[in-house]
Nanobody
Framework: VQLQASGGGLVEAGGSLRLSCEAS????????????VGWFRQVPGKEREGVSC????????WTADSVKGRFTISRDNAKNTVYLQMNSLKPEDTGVYYC??????????????????????WGQGTQVTVSS
């Protein structure tokens, strides 16, 4: 399993970015594989924290309160890619964003999805910087 994250950059407050995480080694098509994927971010001196996560069946999703209404996680089965659409960006959204994947067929609660320990595979991270 490999994850390739991209789409970060420098943007002014109020702007938008869309992060992409292309997966290989498992399918994002829920009819073929059961998995969990999530976006996390990390700033210097702090632990990696969950931003938005989902299970393959889409029956369970989780989004951090700090980004609710602004960030949306989605997927494109044909491209085997997970996205994080980020709107109305704020300076406090700055950080390195990582996508994680757990391709095991396990069931998690919404709260459980935000636990970074469940993710076996990680992308390389993409820097997002929001200027004020």
């Amino acid at each position: 399993v490999q994850l390739q994250a991209s789409g970060g950059g420098l943007v002014e407050a109020g702007g938008s970015l869309r992060l992409s995480c292309e997966a290989s080694g498992f399918s994002l098509d829920a009819t073929l594989d059961v998995y969990s994927v999530g976006w996390f971010r990390q700033v210097p001196g702090k632990e990696r924290e969950g931003v938005s996560c989902m299970r393959s069946s889409l029956d369970t999703t989780w989004t951090a309160d700090s980004v609710k209404g602004r960030f949306t996680i989605s997927r494109d089965n044909a491209k085997n890619t997970v996205y994080l659409q980020m709107n109305s960006l704020k300076p406090e959204d700055t950080g390195v964003y990582y996508c994680g994947a757990d391709p095991r067929a396990r069931t998690y609660s919404g709260h459980g999805l935000q636990n970074r320990a469940i993710y076996l595979y990680w992308g390389q991270g993409t820097q997002v910087t929001v200027s004020s």
